[in-house]
Structures are given as structure tokens and as C-alpha cells.
């Protein structure tokens, strides 16, 4: 990884940990969850989009 990489949480996060972050990387976008930020996936921009909308409309609930 960069260390030129700005990570970004969610301003709706708790302040110490327990959060999924994010960061722009030339591939698309690098997100980590903050208490293994060693572990590092990406995803391409619509893709993302795509997950966050089946988030928001309960499409991944089991």
C-alpha cells in the first residue's frame, strides 16, 4: 500500500474503531475495516455503488 492514501470513515462510525474505511486508489477504491487495517479489498467505483445501494434498500438481508 501507499503511503500516499488517504483512508475515510463514516462520520456516522464511533470514534475508536468499529468502522469500515475507505480510500480512492487507481484501481478504484480500497476499503479496510479499522481494527485489521493490514487487511485491505477494493472495488471498483459502480461495483461499490452497486453494494451500497442493495445496503440501503435491504437486498443482503438472509
Known amino acids: 500500500m501507499s503511503a500516499s492514501i488517504t483512508w475515510q470513515k463514516s462520520?456516522?462510525?464511533e470514534s475508536e474503531g468499529s468502522c469500515?474505511?475507505?480510500a480512492?486508489?487507481?484501481a478504484g477504491i480500497n476499503?479496510?475495516?479499522s481494527d485489521?487495517?493490514?487487511?485491505v479489498i477494493w472495488a471498483t467505483r459502480s461495483r461499490l455503488?452497486?453494494?451500497i445501494t442493495?445496503?440501503?434498500?435491504g437486498g443482503l438481508v438472509a
Open 11 to 13: 462520520s456516522f462510525s
Open 49 to 51: 455503488g452497486a453494494l
Open 20 to 22: 469500515v474505511e475507505i
Open 36 to 39: 485489521t487495517p493490514e487487511v
Open 31 to 33: 476499503i479496510r475495516e
Open 54 to 57: 442493495d445496503i440501503k434498500v
Open 24 to 26: 480512492r486508489c487507481e
